[in-house]
């Protein structure tokens, strides 16, 4: 996990929380948040399991999600604190609440293993997952690649293609260092996912229609208590290392581990 603190918490620690008081875009809806392991907080120094590690520190190369742009179409909306983006049933029994930033590596690392176990149960109605996007990485490590990343998805809201897009900024994430995910490359990707593009969502992408939203978003991570991404909670209660195994000094996500968390909350 990218180091707010590593997997479990990330408050006010986060190092590089961004922007001043913001006012409300767009809302709609409502529901709790939650929360999942975590990678890392901005100026971060502590990693998953709470060891401590370097912000600019990448975990070794995993596989990427089998066919990430190839999710479907799963609703989604934005829930009235401003901030939250709720994929599924809003009225579904079960909430997992995800904190993640575009450019964190352990979330892809996460998205990877259990992204599309996630986005199932979402799509059946078992779970709403409630996603806050932070942009710390850009604060820490130099650039705005994870806040043009985050108005990217926040444009693909309205068509219910969030989750798609969200999968594949994960498969197609640059190294973590570089300032990657342009304009150019955010609407290149978007391209790949049918229904996605068009005069609206190019629009916002390329003039940053919802920067507001970004930092209002950041803001809400820096504020969650958590203190690295990913971090995950589960009908409101922090599931730390949820799916983690550790080799040697290494951190990989098993989804045996995450099944078995799942269904000791009764999510099968």
């Not at 190839?70 to 997992?96: F, M, N, Q, Y």
């Not at 391209?191 to 939203?213: H, K, N, S, W």
């Not at 930092?215 to 909670?233: C, I, K, N, Q, V």
């Not at 996500?253 to 269904?263: E, G, I, T």
Request: net charge neutral; proline share 7%; charged share 20%.
């Amino acid at each position: 996990m990218w180091a707010l603190g590593a997997l479990i918490l990330l408050a006010p620690a986060l190092a590089g929380c961004g922007a001043s008081g913001r006012a409300a875009d767009d809302r709609a809806g409502a529901g709790p948040g939650l929360h999942l392991p975590t990678h890392g907080r901005a100026s971060a120094t502590a990693s998953p399991g709470g060891r401590t590690a370097t912000p600019s520190a990448t975990p070794s190369a995993t596989a990427a999600p089998t066919d990430p742009g190839h999710v479907g179409v799963i609703p989604s909306r934005l829930e009235k604190d401003g901030t939250t983006i709720t994929v599924g049933d809003p009225a579904a029994r079960h909430t997992i609440a995800l904190y993640e930033d575009p450019r964190c590596p352990y979330c892809r690392r996460f998205e990877a293993a259990d992204g599309a176990r996630l986005n199932a149960l979402a799509r059946a109605g078992t779970v709403r997952l409630q996603y806050t996007m932070g942009s710390f990485l850009d604060d820490n490590l130099g650039g705005g690649g994870s806040k043009r990343a985050v108005n990217a998805l926040r444009a693909a809201v309205p068509s219910g293609r969030f989750a798609a897009l969200h999968a594949l900024l994960y498969a197609e994430q640059p190294p973590e260092v570089t300032d990657g995910f342009t304009v150019d490359e955010l609407l290149r990707l978007a391209g790949e996912i049918p229904g996605l593009r068009g005069p609206a969502f190019d629009a916002a992408v390329r003039g940053q229609t919802y920067a507001r939203f970004v930092a209002r978003a950041e803001d809400a991570l820096l504020m969650s208590g958590t203190t690295g991404t990913p971090t995950m909670r589960i009908d409101g209660k922090v599931v730390p290392d949820s799916g983690i195994t550790v080799v040697g000094d290494d951190e990989h996500y098993d989804p045996a581990r995450l099944a078995k968390v799942l269904r000791q909350h009764g999510i099968a």
